[in-house]
């Protein structure tokens, strides 16, 4: 199987401070994993491209100081939001492509932000 | 940028009908994939259908796509209670840059039972 996972499932946190959520590709590498976030009843929108090793690219509108992507490992990718307001409240997906695969994201159960 | 529309938005059928949802996009595409996502949980991989691919079925689920027209369908035949969710299709673009998918709005189908 491909499983992705995702901690926290949910957090809820105080305006101006930083949450970070894991990404974890638990049977299989990673070289890519993308960050997705999903507004209630919308769509999920596409946020930024995690490559291991390297800096993420970011989607147009997309802050890259206020949501850092750290992906260390060939397993493991973090978004951090930093200090965070109530309109960052979200629920933010992450999925993970096999190193070597060019098609099929496998997605994580997601993380629910909520921001007080 | 949001490129893929859906319709219906939603969509309320009997259990045992057939449920048809549409879905178009704009750029060349790779592939394009369906997923169901279940209220406030994460998304389940339905089926791919490839650029060069014009149908495709997985169990009760049948995938068309016309690249000409830039759309694609989803069929879910005998339909079951257990089938209520959303459904979005998402693109893979063939141009270069960043190749995340591309959402469409999504379908909400209801399966009264």
């Known amino acids: 199987g491909a499983v992705v996972s995702q901690h926290p499932s949910r957090v809820i946190c105080k305006s101006g401070t930083s949450v970070k959520i894991e990404c974890r590709s638990l049977?299989?590498?990673?070289?890519?994993m993308f960050w997705y976030r999903q507004f209630p009843k919308q769509s999920l929108m596409l946020m930024a491209t995690s490559n291991e090793g390297s800096k993420a690219t970011y989607e147009q509108g997309v802050e890259k100081d206020k949501f850092l992507i750290n992906h260390a490992s060939l397993t493991l990718s973090t978004l951090t939001v930093t200090s965070a307001h109530p309109e960052d409240s979200s629920f933010y997906i992450c999925s993970a492509r096999k190193s070597g695969g060019r098609e099929t994201q496998y997605f994580g159960p997601g993380t629910r932000l909520l921001v007080l | 940028s949001q490129q893929g529309e859906e319709d219906p938005q939603a969509l309320s059928i009997q259990e045992g009908e057939n449920a048809t949802m549409n879905c178009s996009y704009k750029t060349s595409i790779n592939n394009l994939q369906w997923y169901r996502q279940n209220s406030g949980r994460g998304l389940v991989h339905l089926i791919l259908i490839r650029s060069n691919e014009r149908e495709k079925h997985s169990g009760r689920l049948r995938v068309t796509l016309d690249t000409s027209k830039k759309s694609s369908s989803l069929l879910i035949t005998a339909s079951r209670a257990a089938d209520t969710a959303s459904y979005f299709c998402?693109?893979?673009?063939?141009?270069?840059?960043?190749?995340?998918?591309?959402f469409g709005k999504g379908t909400h189908l209801i399966i009264q039972p």
């Open positions: 049977d299989f590498q990673a070289t890519t």
């Open positions: 998402a693109s893979a673009s063939s141009g270069g840059g960043a190749d995340g998918l591309t």
